[in-house]
């Protein structure tokens, strides 16, 4: 378990869980290498639910149990949203797809790891979007914010699709006329999720001194000018030139959002058009994780082939390199702990 809960970055949470973002307690009880300021990249929700549940066995197995409370939230919300694009037999299939695959999803969604309350978050903002319960949508998406920052990347989706139907009526009514019809009123709650953010930087205003903290955090931020900078391998968080399967991540993501499109899914379609597009000027060698949001809508995309009896033959056979992976990557991904004292 001390190799679980040691897992990237795990601990780094804990530190936020137990400081609070107070620079003077960070620098006097623990002793990575790493600024203080590189802790504004964590965003509080998860560190704060660690602490709320602390009192049931201490800070470390409270994150994994926050870890893995998030991913049952995460796959109840699939199997809901699933069940509007293949019947009921085959949503199971899907949901069981979802729980394991791809193995970046099923590992940290088994350690320390804020990714399974986001994308949990994500898709629950994204079910009741389409439900047209946009208060929900609101709520859910304030929460996804609360926990990563490329959650304002959602807000923006919401706002293209709610935009994009009506511009072909721009051009037929003045300015005015078009916003009234919008009737922008009944999305409100979507702002929620850039008040979420403002909250965030509010709370560094006074845990840092600085409401940009997020922005000076240090090499958190791997996004770059040009696309495709992940092929340099010099880049400090890449340094390999064995990148291959990266092209398959790509092609499969730019199909994925061609068939959401052409199937005119709306807020799901933008939201993995504009994460995807923003995934290609990330240089970091684990691409896939910083793509794992996209992946319970690429399911959806791909659904009508997932289904199909030959897929899951050749899934039963996948389901040994998943797991095999997985063991060795856990024992693998570690932060070298030597006093466990200060996050207990």
Do not use: C
Not at 101 to 117: C, K
Not at 127 to 142: E, T, V
């Amino acid at each position: 378990m001390a190799t679980i809960v040691s897992n990237y970055d795990g601990p780094l949470y804990l530190v936020v869980a137990k400081s609070l973002y107070n620079p003077d307690f960070i620098q006097t009880n623990f002793q990575f290498n790493l600024p203080t300021e590189y802790y504004a990249a964590h965003f509080p929700l998860f560190p704060l639910l660690i602490r709320a549940f602390s009192f049931l066995a201490g800070y470390p197995y409270s994150m994994l149990f926050v870890t893995i409370a998030s991913s049952f939230i995460a796959i109840f919300f699939f199997n809901k949203l699933i069940r509007f694009y293949v019947n009921k037999k085959d949503a199971l299939w899907m949901t069981f797809i979802f729980s394991i695959f791809p193995a970046r999803w099923l590992i940290v969604r088994s350690v320390g790891s804020a990714e399974p309350l986001f994308i949990g978050a994500i898709i629950a903002s994204l079910y009741y979007f389409k439900r047209k319960k946009y208060l929900w949508a609101g709520i859910w998406g304030f929460v996804a914010q609360l926990t990563k920052s490329p959650a304002i990347l959602l807000f923006a989706a919401y706002f293209v699709a709610i935009i994009y139907p009506s511009l072909k009526n721009l051009a037929l009514d003045n300015f005015a006329k078009w916003v009234k019809n919008l009737n922008l009123v009944r999305y409100y709650p979507i702002f929620f999720i850039p008040l979420g953010l403002i909250a965030i930087f509010s709370l560094y205003s006074v845990t840092q001194n600085d409401f940009f903290a997020y922005f000076k955090s240090g090499d958190n931020i791997h996004l770059f000018f040009l696309p495709f900078s992940i092929f340099n391998y010099s880049a400090p968080w890449v340094g390999t030139y064995w990148l291959e399967e990266i092209i398959f991540v790509y092609l499969l993501g730019a199909i994925g959002v061609i068939r959401l499109f052409r199937q005119k899914l709306d807020a799901i379609a933008w939201f993995v058009g504009i994460f995807f597009f923003s995934t290609l000027f990330v240089a970091h060698r684990d691409l896939i994780r910083y793509s794992l949001p996209l992946v319970p809508f690429l399911l959806v995309a791909y659904s009508d082939v997932l289904v199909k009896k030959d897929f899951k033959i050749a899934f039963s056979v996948i389901v040994i390199p998943i797991y095999l992976f997985s063991l060795a990557y856990i024992s693998q991904n570690t932060m070298p702990i030597s006093n466990w004292a200060p996050f207990l």
